[in-house]
């Protein structure tokens, strides 16, 4: 309330401080006859104080100058007229110029100490933030690129003594290493360009070839764990931009890999509730500690860990694009365990006929 005035063109201040004291002088002369003359003076610091607080300082001081004269003018003998019977008045009509502008300096002092409280709390947030940011990018990179300086060190200093399988092994853990420090700086690049607004390039696909399509960069990491999807066949197009929209299945996949026991099993259920399509994602592992649930889309956020790397970008990046989308995004722990997450997403209108749809869509 306090830095209303702080957001607001300066003309509508001024009209505001005009129109304050014109209903308090509809007021006062409406009444004029029938109640004491200092009640009016207290009706009209009350307008003072309403602009005060509402608008800016020079605002405040025309309103304050416009009701001293009002004042002036109408309540004080003789009626409708700048003439004075007692010049007593004076002390009264100088009286109130002195409330009006003390009101108008204080609040404007503690408008501007709420302003430098508000930066100094952004401040501290963003220092904070670009602190937790160093913190896990160091980390993030750092580790994959001591594991890579190292079995690259192997393969140059100890390539008589390797056989085919232990650089194989060498090869296969430098190539992990590198697809890891590129998922964090793709995570990094991507949440800054979604911070600047999402732009989505909407077309109509079917779900289940996003949902494969996210998959099947997966196939090899999931070994023997059971993936379960199911997607009614009648389950109609929806309009999306596929490329986000993908991110989000594949962002889910890769916290499933992550963060649940080896065999765990993952369960991608989608279905129609009237114009939405809904998904639900969920595994079998432990679920999200007590109040994180609504935690685990905030940047840089991470729950229980069990050692595991990461940045905490995953599910926000989930959520900025689902929010793109005008959908919605929830996670829960289901009642027998295991994290649960459901984001719903409007199908965009009617499809169009099979002719229309994009090339992909029809592969």
């Known amino acids: 309330m306090l830095l209303r005035g702080?957001?607001?063109?300066?003309?509508?201040?001024?009209?505001?401080?005009?129109?304050?004291?014109?209903?308090?002088?509809?007021?006062?002369?409406?009444?004029?006859k029938r109640i004491d003359m200092v009640n009016f003076a207290m009706v009209y610091l009350f307008g003072v104080l309403v602009v005060s607080v509402r608008c800016h300082r020079a605002a405040a001081i025309?309103?304050?100058?416009?009701?001293?004269?009002?004042?002036?003018?109408?309540?004080?003998?003789?009626?409708?007229s700048f003439v004075l019977e007692d010049y007593t008045y004076i002390i009264t009509l100088c009286a109130m110029l002195a409330v009006a502008l003390v009101i108008t300096t204080l609040i404007e002092r503690v408008r501007s100490q709420a302003a430098a409280v508000r930066d100094a709390e952004i401040a501290i947030q963003t220092e904070r933030m670009r602190n937790s940011l160093l913190s896990a990018v160091s980390h993030d990179i750092k580790t994959p690129l001591a594991a890579i300086y190292g079995a690259a060190t192997s393969l140059l200093e100890e390539e008589d003594r390797l056989n085919a399988v232990n650089r194989r092994e060498l090869v296969g853990g430098i190539a992990a290493?590198?697809?890891r420090m590129n998922r964090v700086i793709t995570n990094l690049l991507k949440m800054t360009r979604l911070e600047a607004g999402v732009h989505v390039k909407k077309d109509w696909?079917?779900?289940?070839?996003?949902?494969?399509?996210?998959?099947?960069?997966?196939?090899?990491?999931?070994?023997g764990r059971s993936v379960m999807?199911?997607?009614?066949?009648?389950?109609?197009?929806?309009?999306?931009?596929?490329?986000?929209?993908?991110?989000?299945?594949?962002?889910?996949?890769?916290?499933?890999?992550?963060?649940?026991?080896?065999?765990?099993?993952?369960?991608?259920?989608?279905?129609q509730d009237d114009s939405r399509i809904f998904v639900v994602v969920r595994d079998h592992g432990g679920g999200f500690s007590p109040g994180d649930e609504e935690r685990v889309f905030d940047k840089?956020?991470?729950?229980?860990?069990?050692?595991?790397?990461?940045?905490?970008?995953?599910l926000a990046i989930?959520?900025?694009?689902?929010?793109?989308?005008?959908?919605?995004?929830?996670?829960?722990?289901?009642?027998?365990?295991?994290?649960?997450?459901?984001?719903?997403l409007p199908i965009g209108g009617a499809p169009p006929a099979v002719g229309e749809l994009p090339e992909s869509s029809l592969a």
């Open 300 to 314: 840089f956020f991470r729950g229980k860990t069990d050692g595991e790397r990461g940045l905490g970008l995953g």
């Open 205 to 223: 696909y079917p779900l289940e070839e996003i949902v494969g399509a996210a998959a099947t960069r997966f196939e090899h990491a999931f070994g």
């Open 6 to 32: 702080a957001h607001r063109p300066r003309a509508l201040d001024y009209l505001e401080a005009v129109l304050v004291a014109a209903i308090c002088t509809v007021v006062s002369v409406a009444f004029r």
């Open 62 to 80: 025309v309103n304050a100058t416009l009701s001293v004269s009002a004042f002036y003018y109408f309540i004080v003998p003789v009626h409708d």
């Open 229 to 271: 999807i199911k997607i009614p066949p009648d389950l109609p197009l929806i309009c999306v931009d596929d490329v986000l929209i993908e991110q989000v299945f594949v962002n889910l996949l890769d916290n499933f890999l992550k963060y649940t026991p080896a065999g765990t099993a993952l369960e991608i259920i989608a279905g």
């Open 318 to 344: 989930c959520r900025a694009i689902v929010h793109g989308h005008e959908g919605t995004i929830a996670a829960e722990t289901a009642l027998d365990g295991g994290a649960v997450i459901r984001f719903e």
């Open 177 to 179: 290493e590198v697809e």
